[in-house]
Protein backbone atom coordinates (compact mmCIF):
# COMPACT_ATOMS: atom_id res chain seq x y z
CA UNK A 1 0.00 0.00 0.00
CA UNK A 2 1.40 3.56 -0.92
CA UNK A 3 1.57 6.23 2.12
CA UNK A 4 2.22 9.51 2.56
CA UNK A 5 5.51 10.78 4.23
CA UNK A 6 3.52 11.69 7.61
CA UNK A 7 1.96 8.34 7.28
CA UNK A 8 6.16 7.36 7.27
CA UNK A 9 6.60 9.13 9.57
CA UNK A 10 4.26 8.27 12.49
CA UNK A 11 5.02 4.13 11.68
CA UNK A 12 8.23 5.17 11.99
CA UNK A 13 7.70 6.56 15.67
CA UNK A 14 5.69 3.96 16.64
CA UNK A 15 8.47 0.95 16.66
CA UNK A 16 11.53 0.69 18.59
CA UNK A 17 13.41 -2.44 17.16
CA UNK A 18 13.89 -1.26 13.57
CA UNK A 19 16.06 -3.49 10.83
CA UNK A 20 17.14 -1.23 7.77
CA UNK A 21 17.58 -3.00 4.64
CA UNK A 22 20.23 -1.62 1.58
CA UNK A 23 20.15 -3.13 -1.72
CA UNK A 24 22.69 -5.40 -2.83
CA UNK A 25 25.95 -4.38 -4.62
CA UNK A 26 25.37 -0.99 -2.56
CA UNK A 27 25.46 2.51 -3.96
CA UNK A 28 26.43 5.89 -2.47
CA UNK A 29 22.00 6.62 -2.27
CA UNK A 30 21.22 2.87 -0.39
CA UNK A 31 23.86 3.50 1.91
CA UNK A 32 23.64 7.20 2.90
CA UNK A 33 19.89 6.43 3.04
CA UNK A 34 20.29 3.53 5.39
CA UNK A 35 23.04 5.05 7.94
CA UNK A 36 21.46 8.48 7.84
CA UNK A 37 18.26 7.09 8.93
CA UNK A 38 19.84 5.03 11.11
CA UNK A 39 21.12 7.34 12.81
CA UNK A 40 17.95 9.60 13.30
CA UNK A 41 16.48 6.34 14.89
CA UNK A 42 19.46 6.38 17.51
CA UNK A 43 19.27 9.79 18.11
CA UNK A 44 15.59 9.48 19.19
CA UNK A 45 16.73 6.36 21.21
CA UNK A 46 15.63 3.81 18.98
CA UNK A 47 17.65 0.62 18.53
CA UNK A 48 18.40 0.80 14.75
CA UNK A 49 20.84 -1.28 12.04
CA UNK A 50 21.71 -0.80 8.58
CA UNK A 51 22.59 -4.77 6.95
CA UNK A 52 23.38 -4.80 3.18
CA UNK A 53 24.24 -8.67 1.31
CA UNK A 54 27.18 -7.23 -0.02
CA UNK A 55 30.27 -5.81 1.02
CA UNK A 56 30.52 -1.67 1.37
CA UNK A 57 33.06 -0.94 -1.61
CA UNK A 58 36.21 1.03 0.43
CA UNK A 59 35.94 3.95 -1.28
CA UNK A 60 32.81 4.67 1.38
CA UNK A 61 34.97 4.32 4.32
CA UNK A 62 36.02 7.91 3.80
CA UNK A 63 32.86 9.99 3.62
CA UNK A 64 30.86 7.61 5.80
CA UNK A 65 31.82 8.03 9.39
CA UNK A 66 31.22 4.72 11.34
CA UNK A 67 29.54 4.37 14.66
CA UNK A 68 27.65 1.87 16.51
CA UNK A 69 24.59 -0.44 15.79
CA UNK A 70 23.14 -2.43 18.45
CA UNK A 71 22.00 -5.93 18.27
CA UNK A 72 18.53 -7.03 18.96
CA UNK A 73 15.82 -8.78 17.46
CA UNK A 74 13.62 -6.50 15.17
CA UNK A 75 10.31 -5.97 15.41
CA UNK A 76 10.21 -3.08 11.76
CA UNK A 77 12.05 -3.81 8.65
CA UNK A 78 12.65 -1.00 6.85
CA UNK A 79 13.67 -1.26 2.98
CA UNK A 80 15.80 1.84 1.39
CA UNK A 81 15.84 2.63 -2.14
CA UNK A 82 15.02 -0.79 -2.70
CA UNK A 83 12.48 -1.41 -5.74
CA UNK A 84 12.20 -5.14 -5.77
CA UNK A 85 13.12 -8.12 -3.01
CA UNK A 86 15.50 -9.43 -5.52
CA UNK A 87 18.01 -6.21 -4.79
CA UNK A 88 18.41 -7.61 -1.71
CA UNK A 89 20.56 -10.13 -2.84
CA UNK A 90 21.00 -12.73 -0.59
CA UNK A 91 18.90 -10.93 2.07
CA UNK A 92 16.25 -11.49 0.08
CA UNK A 93 15.36 -15.12 0.94
CA UNK A 94 15.11 -13.95 4.41
CA UNK A 95 13.95 -10.51 4.22
CA UNK A 96 11.85 -10.38 1.00
CA UNK A 97 8.27 -10.79 1.89
CA UNK A 98 8.89 -9.69 5.54
CA UNK A 99 9.30 -5.45 4.86
CA UNK A 100 7.06 -3.64 6.62
CA UNK A 101 7.99 -0.36 5.21
CA UNK A 102 9.93 0.67 1.85
CA UNK A 103 11.32 4.20 0.90
CA UNK A 104 12.04 4.41 -2.59
CA UNK A 105 12.42 6.22 -5.17
CA UNK A 106 12.18 4.44 -8.74
CA UNK A 107 8.70 4.40 -9.79
CA UNK A 108 9.40 0.72 -11.31
CA UNK A 109 8.86 -0.08 -7.49
CA UNK A 110 7.10 -3.52 -7.25
CA UNK A 111 5.08 -2.91 -4.19
CA UNK A 112 6.30 -5.44 -2.08
CA UNK A 113 6.63 -4.42 1.26
CA UNK A 114 3.30 -3.70 3.75
CA UNK A 115 3.63 0.02 3.41
CA UNK A 116 5.75 2.09 0.88
CA UNK A 117 6.85 5.50 0.44
CA UNK A 118 7.26 6.35 -3.33
CA UNK A 119 8.57 9.88 -3.91
CA UNK A 120 9.42 11.24 -7.29
CA UNK A 121 12.66 13.00 -5.87
CA UNK A 122 16.35 12.65 -7.41
CA UNK A 123 17.74 10.45 -4.30
CA UNK A 124 16.31 8.52 -1.91
CA UNK A 125 18.56 10.43 0.57
CA UNK A 126 15.87 13.49 -0.26
CA UNK A 127 12.97 11.96 0.69
CA UNK A 128 15.49 10.56 4.09
CA UNK A 129 16.33 14.18 4.61
CA UNK A 130 12.50 15.42 4.58
CA UNK A 131 11.53 12.20 7.05
CA UNK A 132 14.58 13.06 9.64
CA UNK A 133 13.08 16.67 9.68
CA UNK A 134 9.96 15.66 10.53
CA UNK A 135 10.54 13.21 12.91
CA UNK A 136 12.28 16.25 15.11
CA UNK A 137 15.94 15.20 15.15
CA UNK A 138 18.91 17.61 14.45
CA UNK A 139 20.84 16.74 11.18
CA UNK A 140 24.14 16.40 12.04
CA UNK A 141 27.58 16.58 10.54
CA UNK A 142 27.43 12.93 10.16
CA UNK A 143 23.99 13.03 8.95
CA UNK A 144 24.34 15.36 6.14
CA UNK A 145 27.56 13.67 5.33
CA UNK A 146 25.69 10.75 4.17
CA UNK A 147 22.68 12.24 3.10
CA UNK A 148 25.03 14.15 0.47
CA UNK A 149 26.59 11.20 -0.70
CA UNK A 150 23.17 9.78 -1.42
CA UNK A 151 22.07 12.86 -3.28
CA UNK A 152 25.46 13.32 -5.60
CA UNK A 153 26.19 10.08 -6.61
CA UNK A 154 22.53 9.40 -7.49
CA UNK A 155 22.25 12.43 -9.69
CA UNK A 156 26.00 11.95 -10.84
CA UNK A 157 26.69 15.25 -8.95
CA UNK A 158 23.85 17.14 -9.70
CA UNK A 159 24.29 16.65 -13.52
CA UNK A 160 21.51 14.03 -14.57
CA UNK A 161 18.12 15.51 -15.89
CA UNK A 162 16.67 13.80 -12.54
CA UNK A 163 17.86 17.11 -10.32
CA UNK A 164 15.48 19.72 -9.13
CA UNK A 165 15.20 22.69 -7.53
CA UNK A 166 14.77 20.93 -4.55
CA UNK A 167 17.60 18.91 -4.80
CA UNK A 168 19.82 21.73 -4.87
CA UNK A 169 17.92 23.50 -2.07
CA UNK A 170 18.40 19.98 0.29
CA UNK A 171 22.39 20.48 -1.16
CA UNK A 172 22.55 24.23 0.37
CA UNK A 173 21.00 23.23 3.32
CA UNK A 174 23.12 19.75 3.59
CA UNK A 175 26.39 21.62 3.00
CA UNK A 176 25.04 24.76 5.90
CA UNK A 177 24.74 21.70 8.35
CA UNK A 178 28.45 20.43 7.67
CA UNK A 179 28.57 18.12 4.81
CA UNK A 180 32.18 18.58 4.04
CA UNK A 181 30.86 18.48 -0.03
CA UNK A 182 34.39 18.77 -1.02
CA UNK A 183 35.58 15.62 -0.07
CA UNK A 184 32.82 13.98 -0.96
CA UNK A 185 32.82 14.75 -4.58
CA UNK A 186 36.33 14.15 -5.15
CA UNK A 187 36.31 10.92 -3.45
CA UNK A 188 33.49 9.44 -5.47
CA UNK A 189 33.86 11.25 -8.79
CA UNK A 190 37.67 12.41 -8.75
CA UNK A 191 39.31 9.53 -7.44
CA UNK A 192 40.53 7.02 -9.82
CA UNK A 193 42.55 4.13 -9.01
CA UNK A 194 45.48 3.44 -11.11
CA UNK A 195 43.53 -0.11 -12.00
CA UNK A 196 40.23 1.79 -13.03
CA UNK A 197 42.24 3.78 -15.06
CA UNK A 198 43.65 1.12 -16.97
CA UNK A 199 40.12 -0.82 -17.30
CA UNK A 200 38.75 2.22 -18.27
CA UNK A 201 41.37 2.83 -20.85
CA UNK A 202 40.59 -0.55 -22.25
CA UNK A 203 37.05 -0.12 -22.20
CA UNK A 204 37.30 2.64 -24.18
CA UNK A 205 39.66 1.48 -26.78
CA UNK A 206 36.88 -1.70 -27.22
CA UNK A 207 33.89 0.84 -27.92
CA UNK A 208 31.56 -0.01 -30.31
CA UNK A 209 28.74 1.16 -32.23
CA UNK A 210 25.57 -0.11 -33.55
CA UNK A 211 22.13 1.61 -34.98
CA UNK A 212 23.72 4.44 -36.90
CA UNK A 213 25.78 5.32 -34.42
CA UNK A 214 22.83 5.75 -32.00
CA UNK A 215 23.63 3.16 -29.71
CA UNK A 216 27.27 2.76 -27.80
CA UNK A 217 28.24 -0.48 -26.07
CA UNK A 218 31.41 -0.67 -23.53
CA UNK A 219 32.17 -4.47 -22.99
CA UNK A 220 34.06 -5.47 -19.94
CA UNK A 221 35.54 -8.87 -19.27
CA UNK A 222 36.92 -11.02 -16.96
CA UNK A 223 40.36 -10.89 -19.12
CA UNK A 224 39.93 -6.82 -18.49
CA UNK A 225 39.41 -7.29 -14.73
CA UNK A 226 42.90 -10.02 -15.00
CA UNK A 227 44.55 -7.80 -16.75
CA UNK A 228 44.23 -4.76 -14.99
CA UNK A 229 43.80 -5.66 -11.38
CA UNK A 230 40.39 -3.97 -11.52
CA UNK A 231 37.55 -5.64 -9.76
CA UNK A 232 33.81 -5.43 -10.77
CA UNK A 233 32.97 -2.72 -8.10
CA UNK A 234 35.89 -0.29 -9.37
CA UNK A 235 34.12 -0.46 -12.60
CA UNK A 236 30.82 1.97 -11.60
CA UNK A 237 31.87 5.01 -13.88
CA UNK A 238 32.27 3.26 -16.67
CA UNK A 239 28.62 3.13 -17.38
CA UNK A 240 28.22 6.96 -18.08
CA UNK A 241 30.94 7.24 -20.41
CA UNK A 242 28.68 5.01 -23.14
CA UNK A 243 26.09 7.97 -23.18
CA UNK A 244 28.84 11.06 -23.61
CA UNK A 245 29.46 10.54 -27.53
CA UNK A 246 27.51 12.87 -29.53
CA UNK A 247 24.89 11.76 -31.27
CA UNK A 248 24.26 8.77 -28.67
CA UNK A 249 21.23 7.93 -27.26
CA UNK A 250 21.72 4.45 -25.86
CA UNK A 251 24.80 3.33 -24.14
CA UNK A 252 25.42 0.20 -22.59
CA UNK A 253 27.79 -1.28 -20.72
CA UNK A 254 28.14 -5.23 -20.33
CA UNK A 255 29.80 -6.73 -17.74
CA UNK A 256 31.12 -9.98 -17.72
CA UNK A 257 30.79 -12.44 -14.67
CA UNK A 258 32.59 -14.69 -13.59
CA UNK A 259 30.47 -17.61 -14.71
CA UNK A 260 30.84 -16.16 -18.06
CA UNK A 261 26.85 -14.60 -17.75
CA UNK A 262 26.74 -10.90 -17.90
CA UNK A 263 24.60 -7.88 -16.55
CA UNK A 264 24.01 -4.83 -18.63
CA UNK A 265 23.76 -1.21 -17.63
CA UNK A 266 21.66 0.77 -19.56
CA UNK A 267 22.12 4.72 -20.24
CA UNK A 268 19.57 6.84 -21.96
CA UNK A 269 18.76 10.64 -22.78
CA UNK A 270 15.12 11.31 -23.40
CA UNK A 271 14.47 9.42 -26.74
CA UNK A 272 14.30 5.73 -25.04
CA UNK A 273 13.61 4.94 -21.92
CA UNK A 274 16.12 2.56 -20.16
CA UNK A 275 14.00 1.13 -17.75
CA UNK A 276 11.40 -0.16 -20.62
CA UNK A 277 14.54 -1.87 -22.18
CA UNK A 278 15.54 -3.10 -18.75
CA UNK A 279 12.04 -4.44 -18.30
CA UNK A 280 11.87 -6.47 -21.74
CA UNK A 281 14.80 -8.45 -20.00
CA UNK A 282 13.39 -8.70 -16.47
CA UNK A 283 15.66 -5.68 -15.12
CA UNK A 284 14.64 -2.22 -14.04
CA UNK A 285 15.56 1.11 -12.65
CA UNK A 286 15.07 4.71 -13.71
CA UNK A 287 14.26 6.79 -16.99
CA UNK A 288 17.48 7.21 -18.03
CA UNK A 289 19.32 4.62 -15.98
CA UNK A 290 18.59 0.78 -15.50
CA UNK A 291 20.18 -2.38 -15.79
CA UNK A 292 19.50 -6.11 -15.80
CA UNK A 293 21.14 -9.27 -16.35
CA UNK A 294 21.45 -12.23 -18.86
CA UNK A 295 22.11 -15.85 -18.74
CA UNK A 296 24.02 -16.04 -21.60
CA UNK A 297 27.44 -14.89 -23.40
CA UNK A 298 28.52 -11.36 -23.50
CA UNK A 299 28.17 -11.43 -27.14
CA UNK A 300 24.49 -13.00 -27.11
CA UNK A 301 23.59 -10.39 -24.71
CA UNK A 302 24.71 -7.50 -27.26
CA UNK A 303 23.18 -9.22 -29.79
CA UNK A 304 19.53 -8.97 -28.12
CA UNK A 305 20.13 -5.86 -26.99
CA UNK A 306 20.88 -4.17 -29.91
CA UNK A 307 17.92 -6.25 -31.58
CA UNK A 308 15.73 -4.66 -28.93
CA UNK A 309 17.26 -0.91 -29.60
CA UNK A 310 16.74 -1.12 -32.96
CA UNK A 311 12.72 -1.58 -32.54
CA UNK A 312 12.99 0.59 -29.61
CA UNK A 313 14.89 3.46 -31.57
CA UNK A 314 12.50 3.49 -34.86
CA UNK B 1 39.82 50.55 -5.68
CA UNK B 2 38.27 47.56 -4.78
CA UNK B 3 34.23 48.24 -3.76
CA UNK B 4 31.00 46.85 -1.92
CA UNK B 5 28.66 45.06 -4.07
CA UNK B 6 26.05 48.33 -3.19
CA UNK B 7 28.47 50.06 -5.12
CA UNK B 8 28.82 48.28 -7.67
CA UNK B 9 24.90 48.23 -8.23
CA UNK B 10 25.41 52.13 -8.20
CA UNK B 11 28.05 52.60 -10.49
CA UNK B 12 25.87 50.18 -12.97
CA UNK B 13 22.65 52.41 -11.98
CA UNK B 14 24.70 56.04 -13.13
CA UNK B 15 25.35 54.52 -16.93
CA UNK B 16 23.79 54.51 -19.93
CA UNK B 17 26.01 52.57 -22.27
CA UNK B 18 27.58 50.01 -21.24
CA UNK B 19 30.64 47.50 -23.16
CA UNK B 20 30.72 44.60 -21.30
CA UNK B 21 34.13 42.52 -21.84
CA UNK B 22 34.57 38.77 -21.71
CA UNK B 23 37.99 37.23 -21.19
CA UNK B 24 39.85 35.43 -24.21
CA UNK B 25 39.03 31.79 -25.00
CA UNK B 26 35.73 32.63 -23.60
CA UNK B 27 33.83 30.06 -20.69
CA UNK B 28 31.12 29.43 -19.34
CA UNK B 29 31.01 31.99 -16.29
CA UNK B 30 32.67 35.01 -18.58
CA UNK B 31 29.89 34.03 -21.30
CA UNK B 32 27.47 33.14 -18.82
CA UNK B 33 27.95 36.57 -16.54
CA UNK B 34 28.34 38.79 -19.61
CA UNK B 35 25.20 37.81 -21.13
CA UNK B 36 23.01 37.89 -17.96
CA UNK B 37 24.47 41.16 -17.04
CA UNK B 38 24.02 42.48 -20.70
CA UNK B 39 20.21 40.91 -20.30
CA UNK B 40 19.65 42.68 -16.83
CA UNK B 41 20.81 46.24 -17.98
CA UNK B 42 18.97 46.12 -21.49
CA UNK B 43 15.69 45.29 -19.39
CA UNK B 44 16.20 48.06 -17.07
CA UNK B 45 16.19 50.40 -20.71
CA UNK B 46 20.20 50.70 -20.95
CA UNK B 47 22.22 49.97 -23.76
CA UNK B 48 24.72 47.28 -23.39
CA UNK B 49 26.82 44.77 -25.56
CA UNK B 50 29.19 42.07 -24.94
CA UNK B 51 32.22 41.52 -26.33
CA UNK B 52 35.12 38.93 -26.49
CA UNK B 53 38.36 38.74 -28.35
CA UNK B 54 38.02 35.12 -29.67
CA UNK B 55 35.28 33.23 -31.01
CA UNK B 56 32.36 31.90 -28.57
CA UNK B 57 32.51 27.71 -28.94
CA UNK B 58 29.63 26.04 -30.59
CA UNK B 59 28.82 24.30 -27.01
CA UNK B 60 27.61 27.69 -26.08
CA UNK B 61 24.72 28.01 -28.51
CA UNK B 62 22.43 25.36 -27.77
CA UNK B 63 22.34 27.01 -24.21
CA UNK B 64 22.48 30.83 -24.56
CA UNK B 65 19.94 32.22 -26.32
CA UNK B 66 20.93 34.51 -29.10
CA UNK B 67 19.56 37.93 -28.65
CA UNK B 68 20.28 41.41 -30.30
CA UNK B 69 22.52 43.50 -28.72
CA UNK B 70 22.40 47.45 -29.69
CA UNK B 71 25.33 49.06 -31.34
CA UNK B 72 26.30 52.57 -28.89
CA UNK B 73 29.59 54.84 -28.27
CA UNK B 74 29.98 53.29 -24.67
CA UNK B 75 30.76 55.72 -21.72
CA UNK B 76 31.25 53.18 -19.08
CA UNK B 77 33.74 49.53 -19.65
CA UNK B 78 32.99 47.13 -17.58
CA UNK B 79 35.28 43.59 -17.64
CA UNK B 80 33.60 40.03 -15.51
CA UNK B 81 35.42 37.43 -14.62
CA UNK B 82 39.02 39.11 -16.04
CA UNK B 83 41.41 38.66 -13.66
CA UNK B 84 44.17 40.58 -15.50
CA UNK B 85 43.85 42.83 -18.32
CA UNK B 86 46.06 40.31 -20.97
CA UNK B 87 43.30 37.81 -20.47
CA UNK B 88 41.27 40.17 -22.37
CA UNK B 89 43.20 39.18 -25.65
CA UNK B 90 43.32 41.57 -28.73
CA UNK B 91 41.09 43.62 -26.85
CA UNK B 92 43.61 44.17 -24.03
CA UNK B 93 45.49 47.12 -25.65
CA UNK B 94 42.08 49.19 -27.07
CA UNK B 95 40.05 48.32 -23.06
CA UNK B 96 42.75 47.13 -20.94
CA UNK B 97 43.65 50.22 -19.27
CA UNK B 98 40.17 51.99 -19.35
CA UNK B 99 38.27 49.06 -17.59
CA UNK B 100 35.84 51.32 -15.19
CA UNK B 101 34.46 48.33 -13.32
CA UNK B 102 35.65 44.72 -12.95
CA UNK B 103 33.51 42.38 -11.18
CA UNK B 104 35.43 38.77 -10.53
CA UNK B 105 36.15 36.09 -8.21
CA UNK B 106 39.79 35.56 -8.91
CA UNK B 107 41.70 36.50 -5.74
CA UNK B 108 44.72 36.91 -8.13
CA UNK B 109 42.90 39.34 -9.79
CA UNK B 110 45.43 42.56 -10.66
CA UNK B 111 43.34 45.53 -9.62
CA UNK B 112 43.18 46.81 -13.14
CA UNK B 113 40.34 48.57 -13.20
CA UNK B 114 39.37 51.81 -11.74
CA UNK B 115 36.85 50.08 -9.31
CA UNK B 116 37.07 45.73 -8.87
CA UNK B 117 33.90 44.11 -7.49
CA UNK B 118 36.05 41.03 -6.09
CA UNK B 119 33.93 38.36 -4.78
CA UNK B 120 34.93 35.03 -2.76
CA UNK B 121 32.18 33.13 -4.82
CA UNK B 122 32.55 29.56 -6.59
CA UNK B 123 31.82 31.73 -9.98
CA UNK B 124 31.60 35.51 -11.23
CA UNK B 125 27.46 34.37 -12.04
CA UNK B 126 27.47 34.37 -8.35
CA UNK B 127 27.87 37.51 -8.10
CA UNK B 128 26.06 38.39 -10.93
CA UNK B 129 23.08 36.77 -9.38
CA UNK B 130 23.11 38.81 -6.31
CA UNK B 131 23.77 42.24 -8.68
CA UNK B 132 20.97 41.42 -11.03
CA UNK B 133 18.78 41.30 -7.73
CA UNK B 134 19.89 44.16 -6.11
CA UNK B 135 19.13 45.80 -9.17
CA UNK B 136 15.66 45.06 -9.56
CA UNK B 137 15.39 43.29 -12.99
CA UNK B 138 13.54 39.89 -12.78
CA UNK B 139 15.59 37.05 -13.39
CA UNK B 140 14.05 35.47 -16.60
CA UNK B 141 14.52 31.88 -18.05
CA UNK B 142 16.97 33.65 -20.27
CA UNK B 143 19.01 34.98 -17.29
CA UNK B 144 18.50 31.69 -15.41
CA UNK B 145 19.84 29.99 -18.52
CA UNK B 146 23.05 32.63 -18.66
CA UNK B 147 24.09 32.08 -14.87
CA UNK B 148 23.13 28.82 -14.20
CA UNK B 149 26.13 27.86 -17.32
CA UNK B 150 28.53 30.18 -15.71
CA UNK B 151 27.92 28.43 -12.17
CA UNK B 152 28.08 24.97 -13.29
CA UNK B 153 31.00 25.54 -15.42
CA UNK B 154 33.36 27.35 -13.35
CA UNK B 155 32.24 24.38 -10.58
CA UNK B 156 32.55 21.38 -12.55
CA UNK B 157 29.21 20.77 -12.15
CA UNK B 158 29.26 21.60 -8.16
CA UNK B 159 32.20 19.21 -7.94
CA UNK B 160 34.78 21.60 -6.92
CA UNK B 161 35.72 22.32 -3.35
CA UNK B 162 34.93 25.80 -4.15
CA UNK B 163 31.32 24.75 -4.27
CA UNK B 164 29.75 26.21 -1.24
CA UNK B 165 26.14 26.13 0.80
CA UNK B 166 25.65 29.58 -1.86
CA UNK B 167 26.25 27.81 -4.72
CA UNK B 168 23.69 25.29 -4.39
CA UNK B 169 21.36 27.62 -2.81
CA UNK B 170 21.70 29.96 -6.36
CA UNK B 171 20.94 27.04 -8.31
CA UNK B 172 17.85 25.99 -6.41
CA UNK B 173 16.96 29.35 -7.20
CA UNK B 174 17.88 29.60 -10.75
CA UNK B 175 15.98 26.02 -11.40
CA UNK B 176 13.09 27.00 -9.98
CA UNK B 177 13.06 29.98 -11.86
CA UNK B 178 13.32 28.38 -15.59
CA UNK B 179 17.02 27.45 -15.79
CA UNK B 180 16.96 23.99 -17.39
CA UNK B 181 20.03 22.52 -15.84
CA UNK B 182 19.42 19.07 -17.26
CA UNK B 183 19.77 20.39 -20.91
CA UNK B 184 23.09 22.40 -19.29
CA UNK B 185 24.45 20.29 -17.97
CA UNK B 186 24.09 17.68 -20.68
CA UNK B 187 25.53 20.09 -23.33
CA UNK B 188 28.82 21.17 -21.07
CA UNK B 189 29.60 17.92 -19.41
CA UNK B 190 27.77 14.92 -20.91
CA UNK B 191 28.60 15.57 -24.77
CA UNK B 192 31.65 14.60 -26.28
CA UNK B 193 31.99 14.71 -29.64
CA UNK B 194 33.98 11.69 -31.20
CA UNK B 195 37.07 13.83 -32.07
CA UNK B 196 37.69 14.83 -28.34
CA UNK B 197 36.72 11.40 -27.81
CA UNK B 198 39.30 10.25 -30.01
CA UNK B 199 42.27 12.51 -28.76
CA UNK B 200 41.29 11.66 -24.69
CA UNK B 201 42.14 8.25 -25.91
CA UNK B 202 45.29 9.43 -27.18
CA UNK B 203 46.27 11.79 -24.03
CA UNK B 204 45.26 9.24 -21.44
CA UNK B 205 47.48 6.53 -23.33
CA UNK B 206 50.71 9.16 -23.01
CA UNK B 207 49.42 9.90 -19.32
CA UNK B 208 53.03 10.26 -17.45
CA UNK B 209 53.58 9.94 -13.81
CA UNK B 210 56.43 12.27 -12.36
CA UNK B 211 57.90 13.30 -8.33
CA UNK B 212 56.35 9.75 -6.63
CA UNK B 213 53.52 9.53 -8.71
CA UNK B 214 52.11 12.68 -6.90
CA UNK B 215 52.58 14.96 -10.44
CA UNK B 216 50.23 13.41 -13.51
CA UNK B 217 51.33 15.02 -16.96
CA UNK B 218 49.15 14.90 -20.39
CA UNK B 219 51.02 16.12 -22.91
CA UNK B 220 48.43 17.59 -25.83
CA UNK B 221 50.92 17.71 -29.12
CA UNK B 222 49.79 19.64 -32.59
CA UNK B 223 49.84 16.25 -34.03
CA UNK B 224 47.61 14.75 -32.07
CA UNK B 225 45.34 17.75 -33.30
CA UNK B 226 45.90 16.98 -36.96
CA UNK B 227 45.56 12.79 -36.14
CA UNK B 228 41.77 13.41 -34.64
CA UNK B 229 40.19 16.22 -35.94
CA UNK B 230 40.04 17.95 -32.83
CA UNK B 231 40.58 21.92 -32.09
CA UNK B 232 42.20 23.74 -29.25
CA UNK B 233 38.90 24.67 -27.83
CA UNK B 234 37.46 20.98 -27.77
CA UNK B 235 39.77 19.94 -25.17
CA UNK B 236 39.09 21.95 -21.55
CA UNK B 237 37.44 18.61 -20.46
CA UNK B 238 40.96 16.92 -20.37
CA UNK B 239 42.94 19.15 -17.60
CA UNK B 240 40.47 17.75 -15.08
CA UNK B 241 41.57 14.38 -15.81
CA UNK B 242 45.16 14.98 -14.80
CA UNK B 243 43.83 15.17 -10.85
CA UNK B 244 42.10 12.21 -11.05
CA UNK B 245 44.37 9.32 -10.51
CA UNK B 246 44.65 8.49 -6.54
CA UNK B 247 47.67 9.69 -5.12
CA UNK B 248 47.94 12.57 -7.78
CA UNK B 249 48.20 16.13 -6.22
CA UNK B 250 49.78 18.19 -9.16
CA UNK B 251 47.67 17.27 -12.64
CA UNK B 252 49.09 19.60 -15.33
CA UNK B 253 47.83 19.42 -19.18
CA UNK B 254 50.73 20.71 -21.58
CA UNK B 255 49.02 22.15 -24.80
CA UNK B 256 51.18 22.73 -27.74
CA UNK B 257 50.72 25.74 -30.56
CA UNK B 258 51.07 26.13 -33.54
CA UNK B 259 53.85 28.01 -33.47
CA UNK B 260 55.36 25.23 -31.02
CA UNK B 261 55.22 27.39 -27.68
CA UNK B 262 52.72 25.87 -25.15
CA UNK B 263 50.73 26.46 -22.57
CA UNK B 264 49.68 24.59 -19.36
CA UNK B 265 46.55 24.04 -17.68
CA UNK B 266 47.05 23.17 -13.94
CA UNK B 267 44.84 21.42 -11.47
CA UNK B 268 45.67 20.53 -7.81
CA UNK B 269 44.62 19.81 -4.23
CA UNK B 270 44.97 21.43 -0.63
CA UNK B 271 48.84 20.48 -0.91
CA UNK B 272 50.18 22.47 -3.41
CA UNK B 273 48.38 25.87 -4.97
CA UNK B 274 47.61 26.03 -8.11
CA UNK B 275 47.61 29.95 -8.81
CA UNK B 276 51.12 29.99 -7.28
CA UNK B 277 52.79 27.28 -9.23
CA UNK B 278 51.28 29.44 -12.60
CA UNK B 279 52.69 32.65 -10.81
CA UNK B 280 56.15 31.50 -10.91
CA UNK B 281 55.93 31.40 -14.74
CA UNK B 282 53.84 34.50 -15.12
CA UNK B 283 50.29 32.60 -14.95
CA UNK B 284 47.53 32.86 -12.62
CA UNK B 285 44.29 31.13 -11.44
CA UNK B 286 42.71 29.60 -8.34
CA UNK B 287 44.05 27.53 -5.95
CA UNK B 288 43.14 24.54 -7.32
CA UNK B 289 42.27 25.40 -10.94
CA UNK B 290 45.40 27.76 -12.55
CA UNK B 291 47.19 28.12 -16.10
CA UNK B 292 50.23 29.58 -17.50
CA UNK B 293 51.90 30.27 -21.00
CA UNK B 294 55.46 29.15 -22.26
CA UNK B 295 57.70 30.55 -25.06
CA UNK B 296 59.47 27.46 -25.20
CA UNK B 297 59.10 23.76 -26.23
CA UNK B 298 56.75 21.58 -24.73
CA UNK B 299 59.21 19.21 -23.58
CA UNK B 300 61.24 22.11 -22.03
CA UNK B 301 57.87 23.48 -20.17
CA UNK B 302 57.40 20.38 -18.97
CA UNK B 303 60.87 19.75 -17.38
CA UNK B 304 60.71 23.58 -16.03
CA UNK B 305 57.23 22.29 -14.56
CA UNK B 306 58.42 19.23 -13.09
CA UNK B 307 61.17 20.72 -11.31
CA UNK B 308 59.28 23.35 -9.45
CA UNK B 309 56.67 20.94 -8.35
CA UNK B 310 59.28 19.06 -7.09
CA UNK B 311 60.35 21.96 -4.87
CA UNK B 312 56.23 22.60 -3.73
CA UNK B 313 55.89 19.40 -2.87
CA UNK B 314 58.67 19.01 -0.62
Redesign the interface.
Known amino acids: MKISIEKCVQSLKEHDNILILTHAHPDGDTLGAGFALCRALLKLGKKARVICADEIPSKFDGVFESFEMPEFEEDYVVAVDVGTPNLLGDLCDKYGSRVDLCIDHHKSNTEYAKELLLDDAAAACETIFEIIKMLGVEIDKAIADCLFTGI ?1 TDTG ?13 I ?3 L ?2 LGAD ?3 I ?2 VM ?6 QY ?1 AI ?2 LA ?2 G ?1 QFFCDDRVCIITITQEMYNKTGAQEQDTEAIA ?1 LT ?4 GVEVGLTIKEKPNGECKCSIRT ?1 ESVDASVLAASFGGGGHKQASACRFECSVEEAKARLVAKCEELLK
Do not use: D, H, W
Open positions: TCFRYASTTARTFAAAEVSNGTNRFETKTKAERLEMPRQIEF
